[in-house]
């Protein structure tokens, strides 16, 4: 089968790949471009690992066609970091402790940067909407909603 | 029909390791030219925190600061034997190992560091700022970078430690059975309340407060991390969760997400941890194993609530609101 040629930015890149007609956008990231921050876990939609911003939404990559992300902006847990120094979600869950093996960690920053991106003080019924798409084993969730909800705050603060 | 509320408690004791053909785990360490440490392992770190207990465990003994410290669990194929990273046994299998191996590095950079102050080893203290320093004269000192880059191209000696910690294997006294199975146990206890409406079954779990007893705490916010999530997951087990995936038949289990389900963000209970510490004799630090321990007491807390709330024992894992309603129909028979 023909490959595709499909072109897009990532984390502020452009990138220009040929996939084979029906390669997930996890695989392209992952097996192509070597961004391995997107997580493949169920590969199927249901545990939120693989999520990624795609034109300021958040959208699981393992179930999105990499040819259908032609022109997107692409944003992904890897460029979340700026010369070094982490986003402010990265510290909160690092200074709360609210990541242990760390599989799921990428989706719930994505998930959580797309809730403080729309809703900068979001409340605790807030949070828990946004992280209800991501599975995570370890943590008991409730050391991820402190994280978010302490980087809302460093946001505001910061904002002042 | 109405919601019912219960309360539950229950206590349990939960062993760190097993006991098969014995129960061994080693390490090496060993230090760089500039006088960083590498303890080599096979024991896993599934995300347990295993890489900083160890560096944490290998750094107070030799006297260094914890970033001195780099832990490698590369390769089971050519590390150092472990049994594993399972039955909690962890920070306490190979942090005595790392224990052992550590004091004879540590023996070996004080005899390199005693040549160069030309004074005898048993005189020298390390400042555990990366120093070493003659005791009750601290401007005789020097820097275990200096140290280890003499050790390397000036006297010919290898800083260096073997450690090896092996619980022996236990068999069965031939008259009453007793054995040892495991070694150094940690204890819970946890008290449950619950909302259960007889008329779905379905059971919400309000408030679970966990005591947990688990030896030395040898970095406190990881443990009360473990615990926190443990105490998720015990609630997970008691409702939610099942072996049925295994045995005896799996053509009506859960095969993903969607079927196998577990408490999310939204469903968590007011969760409160109380940790008690009383160190261990045979633990490195007093460590024990609070691992798998921590996600268990939840369990029979709630099965007792949901006796106090609705008057049945339901014994089999998970408490469905499926199991529920057949105890309560099969009690309003009776």
């Known amino acids: ?160 | 029909m109405a919601i019912r509320r219960g309360r539950g408690v229950a206590a349990i004791n939960y062993p760190t390791g097993m006991n098969l053909g014995g129960d061994p785990t080693q390490a090496l360490v060993h230090s760089t030219p500039t006088g960083n440490f590498m303890v080599t392992l096979s024991s896993v770190d599934l995300g347990q925190g295993m890489k900083q207990i160890m560096a944490q465990i290998c750094a107070e003994t030799i006297g260094v600061p914890t970033d001195r410290v780099v832990i490698d669990t590369a390769d089971t194929d050519t590390g150092p034997h472990c049994m594993g990273t399972f039955a909690s046994r962890g920070t306490h299998r190979a942090g005595n190992a790392v224990i052992q191996a550590a004091k004879e590095a540590r023996q070996v950079m004080l005899e390199v560091a005693a040549e160069e102050l030309e004074v005898n080893a048993s005189d020298l203290e390390t400042d555990g700022q990366g120093n070493i320093q003659v005791k009750g004269a601290p401007q005789r000192s020097i820097s275990i970078f200096d140290v280890a880059l003499s050790a390397h191209f000036k006297r010919g000696r290898s800083i260096s430690g073997r450690g090896m910690f092996l619980i022996p294997r236990s068999y069965p006294e031939k008259e009453t059975g007793a054995m040892k199975p495991s070694t150094c146990y940690a204890h819970a206890c946890t008290v449950a309340e619950v909302e259960v409406d007889d008329e779905t079954g379905e059971v919400t779990v309000l408030t679970v407060k966990n005591v947990f007893e688990i030896g030395r705490a040898l970095n406190p916010k990881m443990v009360e991390q473990q615990l926190v999530g443990g105490s998720w997951m015990g609630i997970s087990h008691a409702l939610y969760e099942t072996t049925e995936p295994y045995y005896p038949s799996r053509d009506h289990a859960g095969t993903d997400f969607n079927q196998y389900l577990m408490p999310g963000p939204g469903d968590l209970a007011e969760t409160e941890i109380i940790v008690l510490e009383r160190p261990s004799a045979d633990g490195p630090f007093g460590a024990k194993g609070p691992g798998e321990m921590c996600a268990n007491p939840q369990i029979p807390a709630v099965a007792n609530a949901v006796f106090d709330a609705v008057g049945v024992r339901i014994d089999t894992l998970p408490i469905t609101p499926e199991r529920i309603l057949r105890a309560l129909k099969a009690q309003a028979a009776s």
Request: proline share 4%; aromatic share 4%.
């Open chain 1, 1 to 160: 089968m023909a490959k595709v040629p499909v072109q897009f930015t990532l984390n502020g890149s452009e990138k220009a790949e040929f996939v084979e007609s029906g390669t997930t956008l996890l695989h392209a990231l992952r097996d192509k471009i070597g961004d391995t921050s997107p997580k493949g876990g169920c590969h199927q939609g249901t545990c939120g690992a693989c999520s990624v911003i795609i034109d300021g939404e958040l959208r699981l990559s393992c179930l999105t066609l990499a040819e259908t992300c032609g022109g997107a902006d692409i944003r992904t847990t890897a460029g979340l970091a700026e010369g070094g120094v982490l986003h402010p979600l990265q510290r909160a869950f690092l200074d709360g402790f609210a990541t242990q093996c760390g599989f799921c960690t990428p989706g719930m920053i994505m998930a959580a940067k797309v809730l403080l991106d729309h809703t900068p003080n979001p409340s605790r019924e807030d949070v828990v909407e946004a992280l209800s798409g991501s599975i995570c084993r370890c943590t008991g969730y409730e050391p991820i909603i402190q994280a978010v909800l302490a980087a809302a705050r460093a946001n505001s603060q910061n904002a002042a």
